[in-house]
């Protein structure tokens, strides 16, 4: 079955149509091959495979990665905003907890290998925390450097009463070094 996402007309499959399984009865660990590419289904990370699907806690999943493997992270985490797969924090703590996971996403990158790190605001008491601004000072803690900050403009969201509507989300390219000659 083909899924077609109307505003950007951009056609995707659920992961469980390749595999032919539903994602809920699929067991682990679970092997197959995805065109022609070997594909593992499991909690931990293991060698020899092109593509690695986990359904873990990230911090239990990042553990099991090696070091100095990764080119680049592309994640879009929890905003701390009481989303149904979130358990809502106190601030302070969201950041700490992000600040481990962002910790392991650089130990397992290697030399010159890049994050991207999809993030819009958190909000409390109808004050905004542009998530980004907080997530920054975590990068250049941890000796990342930005690359890029691209802006997420988007048409549609939830409609705010009392001050404008958050129309748009951040993604941070950060890399742990990079050449001169890329500048
Ligand atoms: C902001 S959403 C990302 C949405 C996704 N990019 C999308 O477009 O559908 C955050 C995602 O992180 C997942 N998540 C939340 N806490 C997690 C955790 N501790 N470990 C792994 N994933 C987690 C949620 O299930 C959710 O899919």
């Given at each position: 079955m083909k899924y077609k996402n109307r505003n950007h007309k951009i056609y995707?499959?659920?992961?469980?149509?390749?595999?032919?399984?539903?994602?809920?009865?699929?067991?682990?660990?679970?092997?197959?091959?995805?065109?022609?590419?070997?594909?593992?289904?499991?909690k931990v990370f293991k060698e020899g495979y092109d593509i690695i699907l986990s359904w873990n806690d990230v911090l239990e999943f990042l553990k099991t990665v090696p070091s100095n493997i990764a080119t680049l992270v592309v994640t879009s985490p929890p905003y701390n905003i009481g989303k149904p797969y979130e358990e809502t924090l106190e601030f302070r703590n969201y950041i700490k907890w992000q600040e481990e996971?962002?910790?392991?996403?650089?130990?397992?990158?290697?030399?010159?290998?890049?994050?991207?790190?999809?993030?819009?605001?958190?909000?409390?008491?109808?004050?905004v925390f542009p998530l980004d601004i907080y997530f920054y000072t975590v990068f250049k803690k941890l000796g990342l450097k930005l690359r890029n900050?691209?802006?997420w403009h988007f048409g549609h969201g939830l409609h705010a009463k009392k001050r404008f509507s958050g129309r748009y989300e951040v993604i941070q390219k950060v890399m742990t070094t990079y050449l001169i000659s890329t500048l």
């Open positions: 995707f499959k659920p992961i469980s149509d390749f595999l032919n399984v539903n994602i809920g009865e699929m067991p682990f660990p679970l092997e197959t091959e995805v065109r022609g590419k070997k594909l593992l289904y499991d996971v962002i910790k392991e996403c650089v130990r397992i990158l290697k030399p010159n290998g890049s994050i991207c790190w999809e993030i819009g605001n958190y909000v409390k008491d109808g004050e900050r691209i802006i």
